[in-house]
């Protein structure tokens, strides 16, 4: 087995699929779920989508404008922003993703000021800050999440891929990956069968790693031996 390449496309794929409250989210369920047909370019799907959104971005604004703590709005706010960033990461406009999960972070955040405790909101506010790039952000919100929540098997789950991914940090990323396994949450068959496939993988990339590495020690060895014989 190849080691797995920590590329961009792929985690913004995982992202999609695997995540905090956004599962959840109308945003989500209809802009994510509906499928191009044989006669329909998907990229102009996208673009159409993304229009949409844009829309709803500007009347969610609106609405905010006279009720500006309304958790509700905000949050759908912030998954609006976060579907925008998804849409221009499959278009691969990543300047344009970026920026729009970076503008995620500040609905998302206002709804953390006024609910600390909904851990849902801020795994969804990791998850933009990690693919905006901000891994400080990121790497905070997820262990206040866990700090909140130690039970949230999407927050292990998605704290995983980050560790992964983004810090280079595959031993730690497993330790919550096996979290997920062993919380094994009701109605949450797929997070855990994904979290035992990436254990699997993972484990047998740092297999194959220690095998390189005792090979290189062998090879480096006999190579001393020689040039002492000599």
Not at 89 to 99: D, F, G, H, M, P
């Amino acid at each position: 087995m190849k080691k797995i390449k920590r590329n961009k496309p792929l985690v913004l794929v995982l992202v999609l699929m695997i995540c905090g409250g956004l599962v959840l989210s109308t945003v989500m369920a209809y802009f994510v779920s509906r499928a191009a047909s044989p006669q329909e370019d998907p990229e102009e799907i996208y673009k159409s989508q993304a229009a949409q959104i844009e829309t709803l971005i500007e009347e969610l604004e609106k609405e905010l404008e006279n009720d500006p703590e309304n958790t509700s709005l905000l949050t759908q706010l912030g998954h609006s922003y976060y579907t925008l960033g998804q849409i221009y990461a499959a278009l691969n406009e990543a300047e344009e993703s970026s920026s729009y999960f970076a503008k995620a972070l500040e609905p998302y955040g206002k709804v953390l000021e006024l609910e600390p405790d909904n851990v849902d909101v801020r795994v969804d506010r990791a998850l933009a800050a990690y693919a905006s790039d901000n891994k400080e952000t990121a790497q905070d919100e997820f262990e206040q999440a866990l700090a909140d929540d130690p039970t949230h098997a999407r927050a292990h789950f998605n704290y995983g891929i980050f560790l992964y991914f983004a810090m280079n940090e595959p031993e730690e990323a497993l330790a919550h990956w096996q979290e997920v396994v062993e919380l094994n949450p009701e109605d949450e068959e797929d997070l855990v069968a994904t979290a035992e496939t990436w254990i699997k993988a993972v484990e047998t990339e740092l297999a194959e790693r220690e095998k390189e590495a005792e090979a290189e020690e062998e090879a480096d060895a006999e190579k001393e031996s020689e040039e002492q014989a000599e």
